[in-house]
C-alpha cells in the first residue's frame, strides 16, 4: 500500500514570497491533516479536513495560510507572503475516517525563510 | 487545554541497556494516549497506543502503560538496539476527540 505523499521535500524562499506544498493520502482515506512542526517542537494542527470540507482550522493563521482540498482527494497548503517564524517542517497525515482512526504520515516538507 | 509533557533528550544508551522516557500529561476526561516515533528521514508513524486506563500497549519491544492516577504514560523498552534511534512523541486525542495534541519529542541515540 502506497503511503503519504509529500511534494517537495525541501524548499528555500525569501520572507514575502509565496510557496505551496502538495500532498496526495492514502487511497481511500476521507480525513486530511496539515501539521507544522518547529525545529524541537512536536506537530501541531493547522487543519483538519474530512473529504473536501474542513472540520478544524482554528490554528491556522489564515491571513497567510489558505488550504483546499479538491475533490477529496489531493490537498494543496499556501503561504502568501511567508515570513521568518514560517520556517518549519510541514506534515501531512492523512486517516481512513475519524480523528480515533491510526493516522499516517508522509515524509514532511522543510521550508526554510530567509 | 490539553497538553502533553515529555523528558527532554537527548537520550544516549549503549546498545541492551534499558530505555525509560518519560510522559505526563494533562487533558480532562480520558483521553487516548500515543507514542509515535520518527526514524532518521522518515515520516512520524505509530509505535504503541492505549485507549483506557490501565491498557498497556505494546510493540517492537516497548510498552507503555496508561496511569490514570498519576496521568502518566511511560514509554520502555528492556533492551534497546542502535536501530531505535530515533525521536519518540508522546501525544493524546482528548476524551472528546478534537486533536492529536503532540509532546515536544525526546530524541534517543543509541551506541553500539
Known amino acids: 500500500e502506497a503511503g503519504v505523499a509529500q511534494s517537495p521535500r525541501y524548499k528555500i524562499i525569501e520572507k514575502r514570497q509565496s510557496v505551496a506544498f502538495w500532498c496526495n493520502p492514502i487511497s481511500g482515506h476521507a480525513t486530511l491533516y496539515w501539521y507544522q512542526q518547529i525545529l524541537g517542537q512536536g506537530p501541531k494542527l493547522l487543519i483538519q479536513?474530512?473529504?473536501?470540507?474542513?472540520?478544524?482550522d482554528s490554528q491556522l493563521p489564515k491571513d497567510r495560510f489558505s488550504a483546499e482540498r479538491l475533490k477529496g482527494v489531493d490537498s494543496t497548503l499556501k503561504i502568501q507572503p511567508a515570513k521568518l517564524e514560517d520556517s518549519a517542517v510541514y506534515l501531512c497525515?492523512?486517516?481512513?475516517?475519524?480523528?480515533?482512526?491510526?493516522?499516517?504520515f508522509g515524509p514532511g516538507t522543510r521550508l526554510t525563510v530567509l | 487545554g490539553n497538553s502533553v509533557t515529555q523528558m527532554e533528550g537527548p537520550v544516549t544508551l549503549s546498545e541492551e541497556a534499558f530505555l525509560t522516557i518519560n510522559c505526563t500529561y494533562t487533558a480532562t476526561g480520558y483521553p487516548s494516549l500515543f507514542w509515535y516515533v520518527q526514524y532518521p528521514g522518515e515520516g512520524l508513524q505509530l509505535l504503541l497506543k492505549a485507549t483506557k486506563a490501565d491498557d498497556k500497549g505494546s510493540n517492537k519491544g516497548f510498552e507503555a502503560t496508561y496511569r490514570k492516577e498519576t496521568t502518566s504514560f511511560h514509554l520502555e523498552k528492556g533492551s534497546v538496539q542502535v536501530s531505535d534511534s530515533a525521536v519518540y512523541f508522546c501525544a493524546l486525542i482528548g476524551a472528546y476527540g478534537n486533536k492529536l495534541v503532540f509532546g515536544a519529542g525526546t530524541i534517543l541515540r543509541v551506541k553500539s
Open positions: 479536513f474530512q473529504n473536501n470540507g474542513v472540520v478544524d
Open positions: 497525515a492523512s486517516s481512513l475516517s475519524s480523528i480515533t482512526d491510526t493516522q499516517y
